[in-house]
């Protein structure tokens, strides 16, 4: 499947299967135990509503075990199978320029983070 196909895709119908855990990478540092168990439950809440809820079973321990973890739900079942990095403006899919240079522009600055921290994709600011 190309990157244009993979980026069409969106959220697939079914789960892809769960990436193992890789050792050998610089992982994000966890975050500090700040959230109480309600900001834990909206979190859940938020990460959830992106998902068919037929997928939520396989989902919540998933995501929680992350957010107990790492601090962070990380969605590493998701984590794109491509290199991340600003690609020609060609290769995104879009009706527009300014569409398809949005997600470029996303993924230069991805590149940054993703070199720091290849599987977790964190925004800083």
Sequence with gaps: ??????????????????????????????????????????????ALRYFEPKHHATLIPEFKEELEKYGRIYMYRFRPTYKMYARDIADYPGKSTQAKAIQMMIQNNLDYAVAQHPHELITYG
Excluded at 14 to 40: F, G, S
């Design 1 to 46: 499947m190309t990157f244009k196909e993979q980026i069409l895709q969106g959220i697939p119908e079914v789960l892809p299967p769960v990436q193992e855990y890789d050792t050998t990478i610089n992982h994000a540092p966890k975050r500090k135990e700040i959230l109480t168990d309600e900001e834990k439950k909206l979190a859940l809440r938020n």
